[in-house]
């Protein structure tokens, strides 16, 4: 058997996990505050049928070894927490984060959570949850009879009744050493991790953290011209392997057709 | 003599067949950060008329991809990041860098990536890595990453993973001519197109390989069984 057709076909189903990421990047090209990911793969193991061989004792010159790989695997699936483009909503609870820094909510176990999704509504007690329901951390209530809800770039939330603000709470970030290293945990939510690193919490608009935009959503990071570009040199990588895979059929064919 | 020429094309066939096994794995590896081509070529072997396979790492610099990830970089120039893995020092070309649980710099597969003082700790703040290799937390230098290299490339060998293990003394890398880009990754060094061609030769000589043999086996079947008989 040609030891070639197993290194292609690793090739076929590398290429086949590159699409279905950017077929997830794709499908969120709309979704609030997604992050695209992107595949990482690595070489396998090598054979080595002969190592480096010195060719003359007396000059130092030596031939390379001769190794022969036998194909890819996954790496790792990272997401890429770069900005993505504050989009205008007019919705006075709809909040961005221009910069570094995720919000910070309570799931249904009592663990925090942190997004990037600031589409926030009021619950029924007045507090501030985001779409999910999750309750935005540090807990702000906001009074029934409160009007004209002001977010500042710095996070502070006030109310205007009348002519007299009232300042109800400020927001507060975290920031990761490595986001990439977050789970997700769908509804745009992630967890942290040991990879990702402990959070690091801070008000926006203190060094390291970025600034709040009220009345916008931030949009997702997926460039729909970069994706499709990814997925046509997939799809020809995919080709390429598969054409690998007939061709060394084609030896082994050659080599049946030896005995008569 | 037939014989002789029978063993002469098996010797081909087995050629190709690794030819083919090395392309194929370079092809499988399109996508691979840091990936680097080999290339095998066939040397007639003294006093012999097939060819021995003999392979050289084509170290050709990728092109660079922005990613925008803090914890991925790339080199460019003749230099390679120094990883400790249990059997020792083992050079890469970057990639993914990620953080392990006790906040350690590593490789893919959890191997610490070496600075001038051992492991690098990054505990907290913004990840800042220069040309020049300086490892800074909120604009505080940590470390600086090692940056070497090997004065003759055969004398690397791969070993999967995107390692390198060296058989001879690492050197430092020429700052002059290798630096670091964060936020990029390096593209494999290898081209689609001739990988392509080179598996059409390949079927194709291997083919004419199995052709000769068989008119050779044709030409002995013709000896042993028609010339004998009376």
Redesign the interface.
């Given at each position: 058997m040609?030891?070639?057709?197993r290194?292609?076909a690793?090739?076929m189903k590398?290429?086949q996990l590159?699409v279905d990421t950017i077929a997830n990047n794709l499908a969120n090209v709309n979704t609030t505050g997604f992050k695209r990911s992107?595949?990482?793969?690595?070489?396998?193991?090598?054979e080595?049928?002969q190592?480096?061989q010195v060719v003359n004792p007396r000059d130092p010159q030596?031939?390379?070894?001769?190794?022969?790989?036998?194909?890819?695997r996954l790496?790792?699936i990272?997401r890429?927490?770069?900005q993505g483009a504050p989009e205008q909503t007019g919705r006075p609870l709809d909040v961005a984060i221009d910069g570094?820094g995720f919000f910070q909510v309570q799931r249904a176990d009592g663990t925090i959570a942190y997004t990037r999704d600031g589409t926030f509504t009021m619950s029924d007690t007045g507090a501030i949850v985001t779409s999910g329901g999750y309750r935005l951390q540090p807990n702000i209530s906001v009074p029934a009879d409160a009007q004209n809800l002001g977010i500042s770039p710095s996070g502070v939330i006030t109310a205007n009744n009348g002519g007299t603000t009232t300042e109800l709470g400020r927001v507060e970030l975290a920031r990761f050493?490595?986001?990439?290293?977050l789970m997700s945990l769908g509804e745009n939510m992630y967890s942290e991790t040991?990879?990702?690193?402990?959070p690091?919490t801070g008000a926006p608009q203190e060094?390291?953290f970025g600034r709040l935009l009220q009345g916008m959503l931030e949009s997702s990071n997926v460039e729909i011209v970069q994706e499709m570009t990814d997925m046509i040199?997939?799809q020809?990588?995919y080709e390429?392997?598969a054409?690998?895979v007939q061709?060394?059929e084609?030896?082994m064919t050659?080599?049946n057709?030896?005995i008569r | 003599m037939t014989l002789r020429g029978i063993l002469n094309a098996a010797h081909g066939l087995s050629y190709y067949s690794r030819l083919q096994e090395v392309t194929a794995n370079n092809l499988a590896n399109v996508s691979t950060d840091g990936f680097k081509v080999d290339r095998m070529t066939g040397q007639l072997a003294p006093g012999t008329s097939y060819p021995v396979p003999v392979q050289h790492l084509d170290l050709a610099q990728g092109g660079l991809r922005e990613t925008g990830r803090e914890l991925d970089v790339a080199l460019t120039g003749p230099g390679f990041l120094v990883v400790k893995t249990p059997q020792g020092e083992r050079l890469t070309r970057g990639g993914s860098l990620h953080l392990d649980p006790a906040g350690q710099l590593v490789d893919p597969d959890g191997n610490p990536v070496l600075g001038h003082n051992g492991p690098i700790v990054l505990t907290a703040g913004k990840v800042e890595i220069q040309s020049d290799g300086t490892v800074k937390a909120d604009d505080v230098a940590i470390d600086q990453l090692r940056l070497e290299t090997v004065a003759d490339p055969s004398q690397l060998r791969k070993e999967g993973t995107g390692r390198f293990v060296s058989d001879a003394k690492t050197i430092p890398a020429d700052t002059a001519t290798t630096s670091l880009r964060q936020g990029s990754v390096e593209e494999p060094n290898s081209d689609a197109i001739l990988g392509m061609i080179d598996l059409v030769t390949i079927q194709r000589a291997y083919s004419a390989n199995v052709d000769a043999l068989k008119a050779m086996d044709g030409v002995l079947g013709t000896v042993a069984g028609e010339i004998g008989r009376v």
């Open positions: 040609n030891p070639g057709l290194t292609s690793s090739g590398a290429q590159m992107r595949v990482s793969f690595e070489d396998v193991l090598y080595t049928l190592g480096a030596t031939i390379a070894p001769v190794q022969i790989g036998k194909g890819v790496a790792s990272l890429l927490h770069t570094e050493v490595n986001p990439s290293g040991a990879a990702s690193g402990q690091v060094p390291g040199a997939a020809r990588a390429i392997n054409k690998a061709a060394g084609d030896m050659a080599t057709g030896l | -």
